[in-house]
Nanobody
Framework: QVHLVESGGGLVPSGGSLRLSCTAS????????MGWFRQAPGKEREYVAG????????YYLDSVQGRFTISRDNPKNTVYLQMNNLKPEDTAVYYC??????????????????WGQGTQVTVSS
């Protein structure tokens, strides 16, 4: 059974940075596409970033392009989301997700099969 555990969330001022980590257990992520999602109160879950198993293809939500960077360290079974120049509208619970059914393209939202419990990110204005 796959478990994904997020860490690194917290409270930061506007313009600050955080690095989220997602560590998997139960299965190697080296063959998995990984993604980060977020959900703010009263809003639908947003697909923030995704990375293929090879790391060659990456997706970013338009509003985070240039500020967020997704990366992976397969030997550590971990994927990261570096978030810079954070804004109050980035406040949300951030979730990590994985799928081993992906190919050369970054999976869509509905293709992710395994989810973490989330970590809270709060950006103060």
């Amino acid at each position: 059974q796959v478990h994904l555990v997020e860490s690194g969330g917290g409270l930061v001022p506007s313009g600050g940075s955080l690095r989220l980590s997602c560590t998997a257990s139960g299965r190697s992520v080296s063959g998995a596409a990984m993604g980060w999602f977020r959900q703010a109160p009263g809003k639908e879950r947003e697909y923030v970033a995704g990375i293929t198993w090879s790391g060659q293809n990456i997706y970013y939500l338009d509003s985070v392009q240039g500020r967020f960077t997704i990366s992976r360290d397969n030997p550590k079974n971990t994927v990261y989301l570096q978030m810079n120049n954070l804004k109050p509208e980035d406040t949300a619970v951030y979730y990590c997700a994985a799928t081993w059914d992906g190919g050369v393209y970054v999976p869509g939202h509905a293709e992710y099969k395994h989810w973490g419990q989330g970590t809270q990110v709060t950006v103060s204005s």
